[in-house]
């Protein structure tokens, strides 16, 4: 290896690394920079207005000696569905899981669950004694309407449930 080369760095790894790194610097910086405008300016972010209530029914879940649960309108007390055993696995885990959510936490089963459609189609579950809500959507169409044959008849144009 001659003095030339030694000296000038091409080989030895001088200047060039120090290149590349100045250059992944400068632009992992202006990355940062672009995200942190980007998010400031709200650039790309797409907003739905958020879905407006239908209908509202309040339930209450008993379970019956038969293996059955009978689900009623809390505030009729009218018979809504009732859970044949082996029948619905869905609504049955569903309300077992919020029940025994309540139990955890030290509360009574006393209260009834709030099932909400909203605007769009989609259908919540909510326990406001846990503060749990479930959008029944997230588990697929059949299981959401399998909690939809639950909402009394609703007006036209209701919407898909999802």
Do not use: C, H, W
């Not at 919020?98 to 909510?126: H, K, W």
């Amino acid at each position: 290896m001659s003095d030339t080369t030694a000296k000038s760095g091409t080989k030895g790894g001088g200047p060039v690394p120090g290149l590349i790194l100045t250059g992944a610097a400068g632009l992992l910086g202006f990355a940062m920079l672009a995200v942190m405008i980007g998010r400031e300016e709200r650039i790309g972010i797409t907003e739905m207005p958020p879905a407006q209530m239908l209908k509202t029914v309040e339930i209450r879940a008993d379970d019956q000696t038969d293996g059955s649960i009978t689900i009623r309108d809390d505030r009729t007390g009218d018979l809504i569905f009732t859970v044949e055993p082996g029948q619905d696995n869905f609504i049955r885990a569903t309300l077992r899981g919020f029940g025994q959510s309540r139990l955890r936490s030290g509360l009574t089963r006393d209260q009834p669950f709030r099932l909400t459609r909203f605007d769009d189609g989609s259908l919540q579950l909510e326990d406001e004694q846990t503060g749990r809500k479930v959008n029944l959507g997230a588990f697929g169409p059949a299981n959401a309407q399998a909690f939809a044959r639950l909402m009394p008849a609703l007006e036209a144009g209701a919407g898909v449930v999802r």
